[in-house]
């Protein structure tokens, strides 16, 4: 069979991405996989041991027939790096090409940040990632908020960032990275983790939920991330409140609504620069709070479900610290709410990842779209 090089590149990296996500651990198991004859699967393994980029790690023995010489990718073929803000703050991860998470970064932003300073600052969270890295930069993902044009690297817009509109994020920081950069909405990132990292590796249809700076969610069908014909699917927190007239649903669930709403503060109060540790704080205290902001949730969810019939729900943001029982209170809550989901409530669960799931997400953005040089 003959590829073209561009294909036969594509090959290859599809053939990494398999081991990666352990789908697959041999020859013969890559060639079930991605409906490949062993003959040329053999060509591709052989190619990608010649570069350097996948290994050869021992036999695993079986009852019957020869032992499988066992493949993993090489974790010093180089390097990925994810970055990922938002209003609240910006978080850098660098992974090996296994997949192996070598260093994090992290610092809260200040609220008066323009558009010229968060470029400034993903810079110097590059350079701090790169910094004391021996082995070649291969790509990097970008997380950004609000609306994304992921085709030409544009930030479209975000309110919470003075003048932070058509923003070319991908043209303005290629000439620092000198590798492929790719951009995409911060809770699609999230999405990317969650399927790499997370709990969702084994499910094709499940919706992120993002109570962080704003509101917003991801949604994931037959394994794709929806983005929508014009990057706006899932900005939930343009919803109007119908219990709130003239309130919008991102200023009722993001983060610092809903803890001005659990801590007893006005509308517009400032709220801690660190709302992990401020969530941490509330937990066990005010249930009637907690479960007038897990009704809001509820609805939410309830009429997601009715919609779009998820395998589960995801939520992330500092209203995690929460704990379980946060989840258990949203889903009494549909419970009471949706009585056409009476016996058949939907599958609620708080992220495992933390609040640096938008930098893994990014970097699951560049290794999903690296090719082999």
Known sequence: MRYKPDEFQQQLAECVLHLRARRANSRSSLARSMGISASTMGIYVDTLIKRGLVQESGQELGHVGRPK???RPCADAGWFAG??????GIWGVAVDFAGKVITRYHEFLPPSLDASRVIETIQKVFYILSS???TSLLGVGIGAPGLVNTRDGVALHYRFIKDWRDIPVSRLLEGATQVPLHLEQGLRAIALAERWYGLQHRL???VILGSRF?????????GNVATGARHAAGELGFWPCPSRPGLELGDLISAPASYR???????????PVNLLDAFAELRGRSPDRVDEVAADFARVIGCLQLLLDPEVFVLHGPICQLGDEFGQEILRQVDRQVPALQGMLPRVELTMLG????ALGAACLAVENWQPQ
């Open 204 to 206: 094709k249809d499940y």
């Open 83 to 88: 970055i990922e803000f938002h209003g609240g």
């Open 355 to 358: 609040e640096e799931a938008g």
């Open 132 to 134: 004391g890295m021996s």
């Open 69 to 71: 010489r066992l493949l």
């Open 214 to 222: 704003g509101f917003n969610a991801a949604f994931v069908h037959g």
């Open 261 to 271: 709403r659990l801590a007893g503060l006005p509308d517009g109060a400032p709220v």
